[in-house]
């Protein structure tokens, strides 16, 4: 069994730019949630996608999407950055959108300049 | 939607000694109540969780107790040791995960 893995590590965008962030879930799992935590901060629950089908969405602008593929993994597109979006974006996945237990991928430091 | 509190945001410890974070929940609808613990650098990693039809459970040095009247619930850590220094998150969930601001602990040998 694979855990949660997440690319790239880190990435330097442009303010105006647009970035893709990728995850897979773990072995078996095929639900994934995407947060944004800022430094000092908690995660922020960004959206949840649930067999390929958005299941959920926290209060982040149209800007911020996702996709999930056949195998559960996973994309978060941002648009239009800004200095704000500098974070930490986490992924998580479990075995079900009605099961709570979400396992962490280690992360993607954005930092946008 | 649903405001998680936590508190303290700090907490130093004598090595041994027992920690205490307490988070409280708006939503009575609220039923998942999970512990997540982040060293630097890492990603968070569940330690311990309660659901709402239990009042408390133990793993070892680690308790969770929830009091869904009162709409509060607290992590209890016993015998501290030096690994368990780093960073603390609870979370309320219904239908999506409402994280707390996160309690630094310190264990001081």
């Known amino acids: 069994e694979t855990g949660v893995t997440q690319s790239p590590t880190h990435l330097i965008k442009t303010r105006g730019q647009q970035v893709t962030l990728r995850c897979s879930s773990q072995s078996g799992h095929n639900t994934v949630s995407w947060y944004q935590q800022a430094l000092g901060q908690g995660p922020q629950f960004i959206f949840q996608y649930y067999r390929e089908e958005e299941n959920g969405r926290g209060n982040f602008p149209p800007r911020f999407s996702g996709l999930q593929f056949p195998n559960y993994s996973s994309e978060l597109n941002v648009n239009a950055l800004e200095l704000d979006d500098s974070a930490l974006y986490l992924c998580?996945?479990?075995?079900?959108?009605?099961?709570?237990?979400?396992?962490f991928g280690p992360g993607t430091r954005l930092t946008v300049t | 939607g649903e405001n998680v509190e936590q508190h303290p945001s700090t907490l130093s410890v004598q090595e041994g000694d027992s920690a205490v974070i307490k988070c409280t929940y708006s939503?009575?609808?609220?039923?998942?109540f999970p512990w997540y613990k982040q060293e630097l650098g890492k990603r968070p990693q569940l330690i311990i969780d309660i659901r709402s039809n239990v009042g408390e459970k133990k793993d070892q040095r680690i308790a969770v107790t929830l009091n869904k009247t009162a709409k509060h619930f607290s992590l209890h850590i016993t015998e501290t040791q030096p690994e368990d220094s780093a960073v603390y998150f609870c979370a309320a969930t219904g239908n999506q995960f409402y994280f707390g601001t996160g309690t630094s602990l310190t264990v001081i040998p």
């Open positions: 998580a996945s479990s075995w079900s959108s009605l099961a709570y237990e979400q396992y």
């Open positions: 939503d009575s609808a609220s039923n998942y």
